[in-house]
């Protein structure tokens, strides 16, 4: 692998960790306001708002970098898998375009009661949706064949929509300052992370008895070892929420989400897309590819001050009550 | 991908034009401490949050199209048009961030800190619209690269991102943003002030909009005849398509109207100005001009709808030049109450605003076929296989309308509050 590729490849990482463990955190927002119960389904409902309210679309930008990256620096790739994921990828585009537009429907409707609630089911729905479709997809493409329909891609949905849903209850711990709100969406971080911990446990069985090219790679020690640290990170997470530990809770789900990708990596590497095109086979021309990097430079440098600014001013202490 | 280039044109225009009216209302507030500056400054932000969600969820899906749809289009094409792509990546984050900042800060940020959020919107709003013009400019006249043996070889980037319509194609359509958000706003608050509304705050928000209005309108007719100057040079079957120049001749006249008659090579019952089109193309009115009978009949467009589009779009931008300077004329450009008959003018102004930017949309894209990028590959061998397409399409078309008609029943509920 060239210097040059390996760069592009650092950047489509980060990129994907970035856009799973926050955007992932916005659709797991989505589950749970669909999910509310209980005297407090309003008040988790309004939480939910606020918490993504300002941040989702910067969020969801990162889906559009990854797709950019995708289409500029591994071109013959995505038409590959543009083609092969047809289906699924048409369904998370549902997702996201149905979950984006009903989330301020349903918050600008106000005074209109039964418009605010169909949107406010639609936006729940299209969030259960779209991780789903995602899961799909990579699952899919992890087969070597796109085969985003078998039992296998389905597990990889259902591991993605709970793990979504395990990020957001654990981000949502931090920005209640109400006891109870805190403790409904305690309970729910802790059932999201056994249904992740038995989901995982499945989709590792299903690989086993149907995928055993991907198991193989899998099991392979590169692979394995990053595995192993993301169930040590769920396992630490688990501990965390039970002792109340909610800033450590936060940093270790992170960093779960972001070991899990890394052990998908591990698994696929050489290969971006597994059996069909390794990373040097797709990739564009060295003047693209350092085009690209110059651009990403330059964006960062405006980019990352100013997403320091947005959290700083909606993520440092809990909403206050309006 | 037309259906949905055709939506989400509409939300993109506004995300470049409503920070600059939002900008303007609060910094007028915070200048006059005028609380009607303040209500209209809110009321913006709260359309602007509707129509940003939803332009930014249907930029989604146009990315994603382009592998969906054209796969082999971005095979070709993907690492030579990506550079654009890409920084309109980055600029689309700055606008989401700053949005983010000027929807939720009211109360977290200080007055002054609050109104310079809008400021990075509106600039990043209106360069992602000129990176994504520019890999639009690549695709009428694509450069940057070299072919061997029907391979695209040694790739510039930097080159091709700068293809040469791109100065004139990003004017225009950033000026078509700033038309149609001035008067498309305008006509919101005519419509209020038609049916009684007739406070300070309608009367301001129609003022602010109709100076946006008002400003960018003559400027885009001086940017359309750029455009128009380098189509007849450098897409000449464009433009022949465009003003229905079957012939190639001298004194070509302009056609204005008519119904294209392609078969015969003719057009019907249209007002034709001897020499016009030589003077327009070059300014002399015996130029010749390149008609579509010198391009080979397997390169062309098609004419009628071409000619239509075109004509629709220099109507609709003539009339709300009219329409501009008669409300200059009645107002000197102030906030006053307005003439009946002007009203209704204005009212009508955001459709003509409407038709003028897609029909704008329509030439160029239309104007271009049977290419996706011009000489380079053909739209139908761009096309994806896969199965579903159909389907694909009409899910997203019932969607579409769905969501049009949502944003349409709210903003218009923020226009008469």
């Given amino acids: 692998m060239t210097p040059l590729v390996a760069c592009v490849l650092t950047v489509a990482l980060i990129a994907l960790c970035l856009y799973a463990v926050f ?30 309210g300002p941040v989702w679309e910067a969020n969801h930008v990162w889906l559009i970098f990854t797709i950019v990256l995708l ?47 169909v949107w406010g089911a639609i936006f729940g729905g299209a969030s259960v949706l779209a991780p789903l479709a995602f899961g799909l997809c990579v699952g899919g493409m992890a087969t070597g064949r796109y085969a985003w329909s078998s039992p296998f891609a389905w597990c990889i949905a259902a591991f993605a929509l709970t793990l979504c849903a395990q990020v957001a209850a654990v981000f949502l ?21 056994l249904a992740v911990a038995a989901v995982g446990a499945v989709a590792l069985i299903v690989a086993h008895a149907t995928e055993p090219a991907l198991f193989a790679r899998l099991a392979a020690p590169r692979a394995l070892v990053i595995v192993a640290v993301a169930m040590l990170l769920g396992a630490a997470l688990g501990a965390a929420l039970i002792g109340a530990r909610y800033a450590v809770a936060r940093i270790l789900v992170a960093g779960e989400v972001v070991a899990i990708l890394g052990a998908w990596f591990g698994a696929q590497t050489p290969y971006l897309i597994a059996d069909r095109f390794t990373y040097m086979q797709a990739a564009s021309g060295e003047r693209v590819l350092t085009a690209f990097l110059i651009a990403t430079g330059v964006g960062a440098i405006v980019l990352f001050p100013s997403l320091w600014l947005l959290f700083s001013v909606f993520k440092r202490a809990p909403a206050p009550k309006t | 991908m037309g259906t949905s280039l055709a939506f989400h044109i509409v939300f993109a225009a506004l995300g470049v034009g409503l920070p600059v009216l939002a900008l303007v209302a609060e910094g007028l507030w915070l200048r006059t401490k005028d609380r009607t500056y303040y209500d209209l400054a809110r009321t913006w932000a709260k359309a602007m949050a509707i129509l940003f969600a939803v332009g930014a969820v249907s930029g989604t899906n146009l990315s994603f199209e382009l592998g969906l749809l054209w796969p082999q289009f971005m095979r070709y094409a993907g690492g030579i048009i990506g550079l654009p792509f890409s920084l309109e990546g980055f600029a689309f984050f700055i606008e989401a961030i700053f949005i983010g900042l000027y929807l939720y800060g009211w109360e977290r940020l200080s007055p002054v800190g609050h109104w310079l959020t809008i400021v990075p919107v509106a600039v990043s709003g209106a360069v992602s619209a000129a990176f994504v013009t520019c890999a639009n400019a690549w695709m009428n ?97 464009k433009f022949a398509a465009m003003e229905a120049l079957f012939h190639t001749q001298a004194w070509a006249p302009l056609t204005v109207g008519g119904i294209v008659d392609a078969a015969h090579r003719r057009t019907l019952g249209a007002l034709e100005i001897p020499g016009g089109l030589s003077f327009l193309a070059s300014g002399n009115p015996q130029a010749t001009v390149r008609g579509l009978d010198a391009a080979a009949p397997d390169d062309l467009p098609p004419v009628a709808p071409v000619h239509l589009a075109f004509d629709l779009m220099v109507g609709s931008g003539t009339l709300l030049l009219l329409v501009a300077l008669w409300w200059f004329a009645a107002t000197r450009g102030r906030a006053r109450p307005i003439g009946k008959w002007l009203v209704v003018a204005l009212g009508c102004s955001g459709l003509l605003a409407l038709v003028a930017l897609e029909a704008g949309w329509v030439v160029t894209e239309m104007g271009r076929q049977p290419w996706i990028a011009r000489g380079l590959l053909r739209t139908t061998d761009a096309v994806t296989i896969a199965p579903g397409v159909g389907a694909a399409f009409a899910v997203f078309s019932c969607i579409y309308l769905l969501l049009g008609a949502t944003c349409w029943w709210l903003v218009a509920r923020l226009g008469s509050a």
């Fill in chain 1, 23 to 52: 955007g992932g955190a916005d659709f797991g927002g989505g589950v749970w306001d669909l999910l509310a119960t209980g005297r407090r389904a309003r008040a988790q409902r309004e939480a939910i708002t606020l918490a993504i």
């Fill in chain 2, 141 to 237: 006249l694509p450069t940057g690269f070299s072919l061997a043996g029907g391979r695209i070889v040694d790739v510039h980037p930097f080159v091709a991102m700068f293809a040469p319509p791109w100065q004139t194609e990003v004017l225009h359509t950033t000026l078509a943003a700033y038309v149609f958000t001035g008067f498309g706003v305008a006509s919101v608050y005519a419509l209020a002030f038609l049916r009684g509304k007739r406070t300070a705050k309608v009367l301001a928000g129609l003022r602010i909009a109709m100076l946006l209005g008002a400003v960018a309108i003559p400027l885009q007719i001086v940017a359309g005849d750029l455009s128009a100057r380098f189509d007849a040079q450098r897409e000449p079957v």
């Fill in chain 1, 173 to 193: 711990t931090m920005e209640v300052a109400d006891a109870e709100l805190v403790g409904d969406f305690r309970r729910r971080a802790l059932l999201a992370t």
């Fill in chain 1, 71 to 117: 289409f500029t620096c591994f071109p013959p790739a995505f038409a590959d898998l543009s083609i092969g994921l047809f289906v699924p990828l048409t369904i998370a585009l549902v997702g996201i375009v149905l979950r984006g537009a009903a989330f301020v429907f349903r918050n600008y409707a106000a005074g209109a009661q039964g418009i605010s609630l």
